[in-house]
């Protein structure tokens, strides 16, 4: 299932703001777009949550787990 599927069931909605803290770089934020894609604060906009944490890290990062919701839980629990 990806984010334009969690949408259309109703499980996420456009404009929830996720986040991810590490510890070398601080927080980052991307925000659920209605088409399934994640924006950056910066502008940047990905296709999965597991590309947005990538560009972030500079290698493959599993972003449903990474990804948090407002609530603190991964994005993946929605899955």
């Known amino acids: 299932m990806d984010i334009a599927s969690l949408i259309s069931t109703g499980k996420l909605q456009p404009g929830t703001k996720l986040s991810w803290?590490?510890?070398?770089?601080?927080?980052h934020t991307v925000t659920v777009q209605a088409d399934g894609s994640l924006v950056s604060d910066d502008?940047?906009?990905?296709?999965?949550?597991?590309?947005?944490?990538k560009a972030i890290s500079g290698?493959?990062?599993?972003?449903?787990?990474a990804w948090k919701l407002p609530n603190g839980n991964a994005i993946g629990t929605l899955r």
Do not use: E, H, M, N
């Open 43 to 53: 502008g940047r906009k990905y296709k999965s949550p597991s590309g947005a944490a």
């Open 21 to 27: 803290k590490r510890r070398l770089t601080g927080l």
């Open 59 to 65: 290698k493959p990062v599993d972003g449903w787990s």
